[in-house]
């Protein structure tokens, strides 16, 4: 294992090292019954002391998360406890002593698409497929088929087809935010602008401030990027600013990923107020902004939304990202870009040597979708459905849940993030969900330190009609028997 320690920082490396093999561990990188370094190895390894070792998996054996046996090594726990001998068996053992880079990878552990087809998914973030426009795209389809099969036969620009970037500017412009299209750039998805933001301005220790709790893709992609992320809380109206004060004051902050609208998972809407202090900050210490933005589009019926940060942002500090998934068509995994000056160059740069430009087919395709008419109606449409999803959603946890089970009464987006007493380990909850049929998100995933983990996310827009009153009826029966009885 290749762990990245910083032997300035304020934390002990011990608990460095803990916590790196113990997000590996939650997020399955280190799978159940495996054998982890010996103590020699890995204080070889990480130039530590043999004692220092051998505290790291006390601590990890204390936390129910490995499992040491004198003389035998230590393993990843799992329910039933592979023997050392069927350890010592495996034919693919060697394998450990390839070194990587990958410190965790929370988003992959916990995807539905892992699941048998039978599991109710309360956990993706997507929209069901009934709600889709699909008559919209099969005509966008039909149309370029029709008139622009040459797309089929043709790589786009690196930064995107050029018409398709002129369609995206007027409807980025109906958001209030005023771009041309030299300053787009078209992404297979918000994920992958996350990957090049953190791949271009994020080296090995540069410190990215990161909300808390925190979209587990993002945390991924900036620990990946051998990045140090800085936890700042997050209340009601989004990020904390003074905080972030506090901590520019000792460190030296070069970023802030935030996701201001529907925050990703608590549902937060940033104010104005604290939106117009954020700017102010970055513009006072020369730090910039990543603005995650997926969820605009679904709360059209909101009169006092305040507008992006890209839209209130005059100095080029925010780079913004949007993609369609949450309201569109997860499938087509397309999505953008905005930033200006040196800072889009130097990311078109990185979408260059990533993937040499996204599928010029799928773009053309979508400049007639965009452009349709019909559009903006089917949003008004799609809006008022959810929210009788939504109704429905805290209709039935507001009667069913045990009152000690804490969820936010002002949210947007398409999430909702629980709150259960500190002594539930929601990630041990996992397996009897299975069991029962359902699946969501467990709150660790979604700490870039040491996870509070008595919090849940759900999705209540990727169910069907009939499914979404069943899954969350079994949710609340699992929640309600794992508290202590009154």
């Not at 070792?53 to 726990?77: I, M, N």
């Not at 995994?333 to 130097?346: C, M, P, Q, T, V």
Request: charged fraction near 20%; glycine fraction near 6%; charge should be positive.
């Amino acid at each position: 294992m290749l762990l990245t320690l910083d032997r300035s920082s304020r934390v002990p490396v011990r608990e460095q090292i803990r916590l790196e093999i113990a997000q590996r561990i939650r997020s399955g990188l280190l799978k159940p019954g495996q054998r982890l370094p010996s103590v020699r190895v890995l204080a070889e390894t990480l130039h530590i002391s043999l004692v220092t070792a051998h505290q790291v998996y006390k601590a990890l054996d204390r936390e129910g998360l490995t499992l040491t046996r004198q003389g035998k090594g230590s393993f990843v726990r799992e329910t039933a406890v592979l023997s050392a001998e069927a350890a010592a068996a495996d034919p693919y053992d060697w394998q450990l002593s390839v070194p990587d880079s990958l410190p965790r990878a929370s988003f992959w552990s916990q995807s539905a698409v892992r699941l048998p087809p039978h599991i109710l998914d309360l956990a993706t973030a997507a929209i069901h497929c009934s709600l889709l426009p699909l008559e919209l795209i099969q005509a966008s389809f039909r149309q370029v088929l029709e008139h622009s099969p040459q797309s089929l036969g043709c790589y786009s620009s690196f930064a995107g087809d050029e018409q398709f970037r002129q369609v995206l500017t007027a409807y980025l412009q109906q958001q209030g935010i005023t771009v041309q299209p030299h300053q787009l750039l078209v992404t297979n998805g918000t994920q992958q602008g996350i990957d090049l933001f953190a791949r271009t301005f994020l080296g090995p220790g540069e410190i990215i401030a990161v909300e808390t709790p925190c979209f587990s893709g993002a945390i991924d992609a900036f620990r990946l990027a051998r990045a140090t992320l800085q936890q700042v809380s997050v209340d009601r109206d989004g990020i904390r600013v003074d905080l972030l004060e506090d901590l520019a004051a000792t460190t030296k902050v070069k970023a802030v990923y935030t996701v201001p609208t529907g925050q990703n998972p608590t549902g937060a809407v940033m104010s104005l107020g604290r939106r117009q202090d954020l700017l102010q900050f970055a513009r006072t210490n020369n730090i910039l902004i990543l603005e995650d933005e997926p969820h605009r589009e679904i709360e059209l019926g909101r009169k006092d939304l305040p507008p992006p940060l890209k839209a209130l942002d005059t100095t080029g500090h925010v780079v913004y990202l949007k993609g369609f998934s949450k309201f569109l068509f997860p499938g087509l995994r397309l999505g953008l870009l905005a930033a200006d000056g040196s800072i889009f160059n130097r990311l078109l740069a990185a979408k260059s040597i990533t993937d040499l430009g996204s599928p010029l087919w799928l773009q053309t395709a979508l400049i007639p979708f965009f452009s349709n008419p019909l559009l903006p109606k089917y949003l008004d449409q799609l809006n008022s459905v959810l929210a009788s999803r939504r109704q429905l959603t805290i209709r039935l946890l507001d009667r069913l849940l045990d009152r000690r089970i804490i969820r936010p009464r002002h949210f947007a987006g398409i999430h909702l993030w629980l709150s259960l007493p500190g002594n539930v380990n929601t990630d041990y909850l996992i397996p009897e969900a299975h069991h029962r049929g359902i699946h969501f998100l467990p709150g660790s995933i979604f700490y870039a330190g040491e996870p509070a983990t008595n919090h849940l996310r759900i999705c209540w827009t990727n169910l069907a009609d009939a499914d979404l009153p069943r899954a969350l009826k079994i949710l609340c029966a699992l929640l309600n028997e794992a508290l202590e009885p009154a």
